[in-house]
T-cell receptor, first 114, second 116 residues
Framework: AQSVTQLGSHVSVSEGALVLLRCNYS??????LFWYVQYPNQGLQLLLK??????LVKGINGFEAEFKKSETSFHLTKPSAHMSDAAEYFC????????????FGQGTRLTINP | NAGVTQTPKFQVLKTGQSMTLQCAQD?????MSWYRQDPGMGLRLIHY???????DQGEVPNGYNVSRSTTEDFPLRLLSAAPSQTSVYFC???????????????FGPGTRLTVL
């Protein structure tokens, strides 16, 4: 069965510092992996996705993630945090091939300190 | 395009009351789904639909009903509300597998439901 684990329910970084949000997955089929962002009182917005091809995926707002099959990881990074990055971030894996069902991690709340 | 819209934004119910959460999309997406979001648990799938007239259960379907009479609309019905159904509910839609952009699910802004 597919599952997602996000390490750290709350991450706090200083403005300008590196952002690293961790995600590990398990999947019985080649995974499709996603990162979504949720700003306060809003719905989820797709940041980036990995389906096939290049393992380093670039998303919106300067975020990127690297798919590492050997480590079953899909960590999200941004070189320099901005105050506007404060939000909750969700990693998700497609449930099974050919389907649209997503299995979400529990979320990581990112706080940016001035 | 309005995208995915949900009404109401907020709702307070008493235990045992019923209500319908509305969801509509104007992107001609085949696939629609309902999730609930609870602290520390991420989003969990309640019900989903792969097209008009076709629905199926997700992870946490108990206490909820859905129907899909049109491509655009996918209402979620709470039959007899319970405090355990206090949550934020999100509707999402996407193209069916095989379409070029089918990997992305588009989410509505959510409905915050409190059951007293």
């Amino acid at each position: 069965a597919q599952s997602v684990t996000q390490l750290g329910s709350h991450v706090s970084v200083s403005e300008g510092a590196l952002v690293l949000l961790r995600c590990n997955y398990s999947s019985s089929v080649p995974p499709y992996l996603f990162w979504y962002v949720q700003y306060p009182n809003q719905g989820l917005q797709l940041l980036l996705k990995y389906t096939t091809g290049a393992t380093l995926v670039k998303g919106i707002n300067g975020f990127e993630a690297e798919f590492k099959k050997s480590e079953t990881s899909f960590h999200l990074t941004k070189p320099s945090a901005h105050m506007s990055d404060a939000a909750e971030y969700f990693c998700a894996v497609r449930k099974f091939q050919g389907a649209q069902k997503l299995v979400f991690g529990q979320g990581t709340r990112l706080t940016i300190n001035p | 395009n309005a995208g995915v819209t949900q009404t109401p934004k907020f709702q307070v119910l008493k235990t045992g009351q019923s209500m319908t959460l509305q969801c509509a999309q104007d992107m001609n997406h085949e696939y629609m789904s309902w999730y609930r979001q609870d602290p520390g648990m991420g989003l969990r799938l309640i019900h989903y639909s792969v097209g008009a007239g076709i629905t199926d259960q997700g992870e946490v379907p108990n206490g909820y009903n859905v129907s899909r009479s049109t491509t655009e609309d996918f209402p979620l019905r709470l039959l007899s509300a319970a405090p355990s159904q206090t949550s934020v509910y999100f509707c999402a839609s996407s193209y069916a597998p095989g379409r070029s952009s089918y990997n992305e699910q588009f989410f509505g802004p959510g409905t915050r439901l409190t059951v007293l």
